[in-house]
């Protein structure tokens, strides 16, 4: 099989170092506060969109990310996240944190550095990330909202989260992310 043939899904959730199912057990474990959705599986912005009704909105204090797997010229990776209607300039951004020239990362790297296939890709993710030394680039303005809404390893499913129990997740995987104006 290759990495074209996987379901980012839960269904393929046993493919992953670490299942959905595993990550979601050590958010309890840690008493990391969480709100647990099951939906259609995803793979776009636009796709999220058709089922955001199931969260808080915008002006409830929702706050719907995109999560954006970049490597530069030299092969260093990173994870980029930001307001799903965030207009990215990789130029703009290279500069800003200070890396050369920026490009998506492929799909192979993806689930080689973050764990995860395409349509997955989350905070979450830094589970396995860690592991790799990736750096992970959150937008500040993300900070102003009530909840936050990412996906535990999987499409078909999103956990709603305060940027506060966030952090603590990635003290309890000893990361420290990076937050950047965009």
């Given at each position: 099989?290759?990495?074209?043939?996987?379901?980012?899904?839960?269904?393929?959730?046993?493919?992953?170092?670490?299942?959905?199912?595993?990550?979601?057990?050590?958010?309890?474990?840690?008493?990391?506060?969480?709100?647990?959705?099951?939906?259609?599986?995803?793979?776009?912005?636009?796709?999220?969109?058709?089922?955001?009704?199931?969260?808080?909105?915008?002006?409830?204090g929702g706050g719907h990310i995109k999560n954006l797997f970049l490597r530069d010229h030299k092969k260093n990776y990173l994870l980029l996240v930001t307001h799903q209607d965030a207009l990215?300039?990789?130029?703009?951004?290279?500069?800003?944190?200070?890396?050369?020239?920026?490009?998506?990362?492929?799909?192979?790297?993806?689930?080689?550095?973050?764990?995860?296939?395409?349509?997955?890709?989350?905070?979450?993710?830094?589970?396995?990330?860690?592991?790799?030394?990736?750096?992970?680039?959150?937008?500040?303005?993300?900070?102003?909202?009530?909840?936050?809404?990412?996906?535990?390893?999987?499409?078909?499913?999103?956990?709603?989260?305060?940027?506060?129990?966030?952090?603590?997740?990635?003290?309890?995987?000893?990361?420290?992310?990076?937050?950047?104006?965009?």
């Amino acid at each position: 099989m290759t990495i074209e043939e996987y379901n980012p899904s839960s269904f393929s959730q046993h493919l992953l170092p670490v299942t959905s199912d595993q990550l979601i057990k050590k958010l309890t474990y840690w008493q990391i506060k969480y709100k647990y959705f099951e939906h259609i599986p995803l793979m776009t912005v636009k796709e999220s969109k058709s089922v955001q009704n199931l969260f808080l909105s915008e002006n409830e204090g929702g706050g719907h990310i995109k999560n954006l797997f970049l490597r530069d010229h030299k092969k260093n990776y990173l994870l980029l996240v930001t307001h799903q209607d965030a207009l990215i300039n990789l130029k703009s951004l290279q500069n800003n944190i200070n890396v050369g020239r920026l490009s998506f990362g492929s799909k192979e790297s993806l689930f080689k550095k973050l764990g995860v296939f395409p349509g997955a890709v989350s905070p979450f993710a830094m589970i396995n990330g860690v592991k790799n030394n990736i750096p992970i680039f959150i937008d500040k303005n993300l900070q102003s909202y009530t909840k936050l809404y990412a996906h535990p390893l999987v499409n078909d499913r999103s956990l709603e989260i305060t940027v506060e129990e966030l952090e603590l997740f990635f003290r309890k995987i000893n990361v420290v992310p990076n937050w950047i104006e965009i």
